[in-house]
């Protein structure tokens, strides 16, 4: 025999349809609004977040903005979609000089621990105690 869970304690809320604003979910302004949700979300506010990932994000949302500026029909419509277009442009752009000076900054380290190492084993063969650690 199943147990009887008591009844949930359900609220519903009615909301002023008069003052609500609506967004079409293809729009625009609803994949902004979504870009920021996200941005706000944990995954963006770590700050070692993997730029491919945030590159990958901004890639999907520019073939979503170019599916909306091609369905397009109306001029407001191709002006949000543009703006959206360049903004995920501009996003991809940014994404990509980060990573590579993310990368410069890594070869620099590499080529300064080389350095570091050869002087070392330099120092210890001319002092004669190569083997002598």
């Known amino acids: ?3 009887m869970d008591p009844p949930r304690d359900i609220q519903h ?3 002023n349809i008069a003052t609500r604003s609506t967004v079409s979910s293809c729009s625009s302004l609803a994949m902004e609004i979504k ?3 996200i941005r706000e979300s944990m995954f963006f506010q770590n700050e070692d977040c993997d730029i491919q990932e945030k590159l990958e994000f901004e890639m999907r949302m520019r073939v979503g903005a170019y599916k909306l500026l091609v369905a397009s029909t109306k001029k407001e ?8 277009l360049l903004t995920c442009n501009a996003q991809i ?3 990509t000089s980060e990573a590579q000076r993310r990368k410069e900054q890594q070869d620099i380290k590499r ?3 080389q350095v570091y190492f050869q ?4 120092l210890r063969v ?3 105690k190569l083997f002598s650690f």
Do not use: I, N, P, T
């Open 77 to 84: 419509q191709v002006l949000d979609a543009s703006r959206s």
């Open 93 to 95: 752009k940014a994404y």
């Open 119 to 122: 002087l070392f084993f330099l």
């Open 1 to 3: 025999m199943a147990s």
């Open 111 to 113: 080529l300064e621990q």
């Open 126 to 128: 001319f002092s004669g």
């Open 13 to 15: 809320f009615k909301r």
């Open 35 to 37: 870009r920021k949700k």
